[in-house]
Each structure stands twice: as structure tokens, then as C-alpha cells.
T-cell receptor, first 111, second 117 residues
Framework: SQQGEEDPQALSIQEGENATMNCSYK?????LQWYRQNSGRGLVHLIL?????REKHSGRLRVTLDTSKKSSSLLITASRAADTASYFC???????????FGAGTILRVKS | DTAVSQTPKYLVTQMGNDKSIKCEQN?????MYWYKQDSKKFLKIMFS???????INETVPNRFSPKSPDKAHLNLHINSLELGDSAVYFC????????????????FGEGSRLTVL
């Protein structure tokens, strides 16, 4: 079964608004990562947050991790049409060696 | 320079045929992966190799056989193709692997879309 579950499944916003996507997982983790996938393309790594970190920033991206709730959120601020893509969270279990991906959130940013 | 390249990008074939997908990475990474993405966008790991050694073999039919001639290449051969094999297959690589340690970020290829008729 999938380790990570994203919420919402789909999100449609206007350019300039913020987009928040959530990810829940089931078992203890080493790290959690977020990836973006544009239509018909491969996945691109956005950010990695380790289990002992609570928040991380990268440009317009802000990721939080709550290991007590086994959840993470990805915030994209001041969204742009180019942010339209699918976003996936992926978790590495505490025993390492592989990433397990969630089902993804489809984000559409309307200009 | 493409970091992780896969060929072919599209593959259309009949049931029962055998096909191969090739993957090469020029990042100097030790670990390579095959992932399968189905029509609902679920991405599931199939295999992982570290320095030519198989380290992950998820529950995949033995019709699927990965081969790593060297640490920069990981190929996927599929025998007796079935309708359910239709999917996008992604190759990926990462910098380091040690048991009980962080995998680090994955670098993905552009995917190979397989359609079985």
C-alpha cells in the first residue's frame, strides 16, 4: 500500500494565491521529500526534510513536518501558472534504502 | 547534458512480445532505480541496484528482469508483455546508499511510456 497519502487530490487556484498540499504517512521515517511532475515529464526533486527537522524553506516553498502526527505540508506562496503540475510526497522509512511515493496532488494555477 | 536518460520514450507493442527499456545516468551515482507509474499516477518502486548489485526487488512478476552492466546503466527487460504492463516506467538515480541511512534526492529520467495492445 502507498506510504504517503496526499490531500487534496486536486487543487485549483488563481495566480498569486498560496497553495497548500498535505501528506500523511504511516510508519517512522528517516526523511520526507517533495517532488513535482509536469505533465508528460519526469519527477523533479523540490525539497527534503529530515525526521529531526520541523520546517524548511526553499524560495517560494515552505515544508513542515510533524512526526507526532505523521504528516507534512507543502506551501507554495505567490503561485504562478508555471507551478501547474502534480506534487508528490515521498518517504524514506527508518531502515532506509527506498522512497515510497504518495498518490500526488494535481495543482492547477489559473492565470 | 541529460542527467538520467531513458530510451525509448514511447513503446507500443502487442501482448506476448518481449521489450527492453534502457537507462543511463551521467551523474556518477551509485544507486539506480526503476519505478512504475500507472494510469492513476501511482508511482511504485520495482527494483534498485547499488553498484551493479540488486538491493531492492519488490513484488514484481519474474517476467521483469533488470540488468545493470555497470553502475551508470540499468536496463529493464520485460518478457511476455501483458495488458496490465501498460504504464510509464521511470528510471532514477541517487548519490548514495547505505543501509539505515538517507537515500537522498532522486534524479528521474523523462519516463518510457509503454502501451501493450
Amino acid at each position: 500500500s502507498q506510504q504517503g497519502e496526499e490531500d487534496p487530490q486536486a487543487l485549483s487556484i488563481q495566480e498569486g494565491e498560496n497553495a497548500t498540499m498535505n501528506c500523511s504517512y504511516k510508519t517512522s521515517i528517516n526523511n520526507l521529500q517533495w517532488y513535482r511532475q509536469n505533465s508528460g515529464r519526469g519527477l523533479v526533486h523540490l525539497i527534503l526534510i529530515r525526521s529531526n527537522e520541523r520546517e524548511k524553506h526553499s524560495g517560494r516553498l515552505r515544508v513542515t513536518l510533524d512526526t507526532s502526527k505523521k504528516s507534512s505540508s507543502l506551501l507554495i506562496t505567490a503561485s504562478r501558472a508555471a507551478d501547474t503540475a502534480s506534487y508528490f510526497c515521498a518517504t524514506e522509512g527508518e531502515y532506509g534504502n527506498k522512497l515510497v511515493f504518495g498518490a500526488g496532488t494535481i495543482l492547477r494555477v489559473k492565470s | 547534458d541529460t542527467a538520467v536518460s531513458q530510451t525509448p520514450k514511447y513503446l507500443v507493442t502487442q501482448m506476448g512480445n518481449d521489450k527492453s527499456i534502457k537507462c543511463e545516468q551521467n551523474l556518477g551515482h551509485d544507486t539506480m532505480y526503476w519505478y512504475k507509474q500507472d494510469s492513476k499516477k501511482f508511482l511504485k518502486i520495482m527494483f534498485s541496484y547499488n553498484n551493479k548489485e540488486l538491493i531492492i526487488n519488490e513484488t514484481v512478476p519474474n517476467r521483469f528482469s533488470p540488468k545493470s552492466p555497470d553502475k551508470a546503466h540499468l536496463n529493464l527487460h520485460i518478457n511476455s508483455l501483458e495488458l496490465g504492463d501498460s504504464a510509464v516506467y521511470f528510471c532514477a538515480s541517487s548519490q548514495r546508499f547505505r543501509m539505515n541511512s538517507n537515500t537522498g534526492e532522486l534524479f528521474f529520467g523523462e519516463g518510457s511510456r509503454l502501451t501493450v495492445l
